[in-house]
């Protein structure tokens, strides 16, 4: 069974451009969470979908961060513009149901320059 | 507000030293407890989830405990392939079902 998958996994950008990250969910797990670690410090919440819809998304940082998974499937997280606050490692998760162990990717490294 | 610390920040072992890794936590119900490995450039791979105090789950040289307060992860005669860092995390039953990570403890085994 294939795990997590995410792209890219790296990106370097500039300040002020825009990224889009990508996430492909183990098949068949109905919630898939966003999290990330900046330098330094622990892996951070951002949102939690379950199918199509936004579960919470009491962690998305501000308004430049736009997560979207249509169709329940894949999920993607735009930000726009970014600002060099925005670097570190961007982990996606998913889990059959709410409350089942997470299943992490391998992660995004975002470089904002 | 929910909270994980996790002890000590890095370790250093010979290899067959057996030592214990410390997650303290402070959540409002919980959900689970849950611990990870994680190697560099990659992402936390699911080792153990414990759901209430008194659990202990075993997997190789890896032993998981949970108390009201703190879990422990024993780590019997390592060796080298047992480097890497080990997260800790917990879940509350406060109605989110997002994880409240540790920094995580980085564990170093010598040959």
């Known amino acids: 069974e294939a795990g997590v998958t995410q792209f890219p996994s790296h990106s370097v950008i500039e300040k002020g451009q825009t990224v889009t990250l990508r996430c492909d969910p183990i098949s068949g797990h109905d919630n898939l969470y966003w999290y990330r670690r900046v330098m330094g410090k622990e892996i951070k919440f951002l949102l939690h979908?379950?199918?199509?819809?936004?579960?919470?998304e009491s962690g998305m940082p501000n308004n430049r961060f736009l997560a979207e998974r249509t169709g329940g499937t894949y999920s993607t997280l735009k930000v726009q513009p970014a600002e060099l606050e925005d670097s570190g490692v961007y982990f996606c998760a998913s889990s059959q149901n709410n409350g089942d162990t997470q299943y992490f990717g391998p992660g995004t490294r975002l470089t904002v320059l | 507000e929910d909270q994980v610390t996790q002890s000590p920040e890095a370790l250093r072992l010979q290899e067959g030293e057996s030592s214990s890794l410390n997650c303290s936590y402070t959540v409002s119900g919980l959900r689970g407890l849950f611990w990870y490995r994680q190697d560099p450039g990659k992402g936390p791979e699911f080792l153990f989830t414990?759901?209430?105090a008194g659990e202990e789950k075993e997997k190789e040289r890896l032993k998981a405990t949970l108390t009201k307060k703190e879990s422990f992860l024993h780590i019997t005669a390592p060796k080298p392939e047992d480097s890497a860092t080990y997260l800790c995390a917990v879940q509350g039953t406060s109605g989110t079902y997002k994880y409240i990570f540790g920094t995580g403890t980085r564990l170093k085994v010598l040959a």
């Open positions: 979908f379950v199918k199509e819809s936004k579960q919470d």
């Open positions: 414990l759901y209430s």
